[in-house]
């Protein structure tokens, strides 16, 4: 089970990557096969902070931004 929800997150991950930055996802399935996994990962990671400090829907304040990033990071 819990190998199966680490799979579905990889998954989700690469994605994010071919859909937000389908370059580096190309460059990323030229990586060996057991890499792949931790790079699309890295990519959501660094993604998901990206989108907290200057996404869409950004919070509205640096404090707030600043907020929003601990309660992620908590959350992971």
Do not use: K, N
Request: contains cysteine; glycine residues 4%.
């Amino acid at each position: 089970m819990q190998e199966r929800a680490v799979h579905a997150s990889y998954a989700r991950c690469a994605a994010l990557q071919r859909r937000h930055d389908p370059t580096f996802h190309l460059a990323t399935c030229a990586l060996p096969r057991d890499v792949r996994p931790a790079v699309h990962a890295l990519y959501g990671y660094v993604r998901g902070a990206d989108e907290i400090v200057d996404g869409a829907h950004r919070p509205p304040t640096p404090p707030a931004r600043r907020a929003a990033l601990d309660a992620w990071q908590r959350a992971l």
